[in-house]
């Protein structure tokens, strides 16, 4: 195993706390390396033209439009399905013991 270089550390004295259940130190290792703080910056958002604006609501307009097409063909798929099964339930003769339902 390799040997770790251990760094002196300084150590200063804090307040000792004495509690109910026993004896706390607040020990500080080591004091701040720099006193800057970081400077957070947000970019800067780019503004949109009116050009741009309209591109998107064009796509988005295409979009919404596509989406509606997709349902209508799913649900005509669906009526479809149930009217062949309706069509083929009629066409099949009534099984005896079985109580016809209309609902």
């Given amino acids: 195993m390799p040997e770790i270089e251990k760094q002196p550390l ?11 259940g026993g004896l706390s130190f607040e020990v500080v290792l080591e004091g701040p390396k720099t006193n800057e703080k970081p ?5 800067p958002t780019p503004t949109l033209s009116a050009e741009d604006i309209e591109k998107k609501l064009k796509e988005v307009e295409e979009r919404r439009k ?26 099949m003769p ?6 016809e339902y209309t609902g």
Avoid at 10 to 20: C, F, L, R, S
Avoid at 39 to 43: D, M, T, V, Y
Avoid at 66 to 85: C, F, G, I, Q
């Fill in 66 to 91: 596509s989406m509606e097409a997709s349902n209508l063909e799913k649900l005509a798929e669906k009526e479809k399905r149930a009217e062949e099964v309706r069509a083929k339930k009629a066409s």
């Fill in 10 to 20: 300084t150590v200063q004295e804090g307040d000792a706390n004495v509690k109910p």
């Fill in 39 to 43: 400077s957070i910056r947000c970019p």
């Fill in 94 to 99: 009534p099984v005896q013991g079985e109580m």
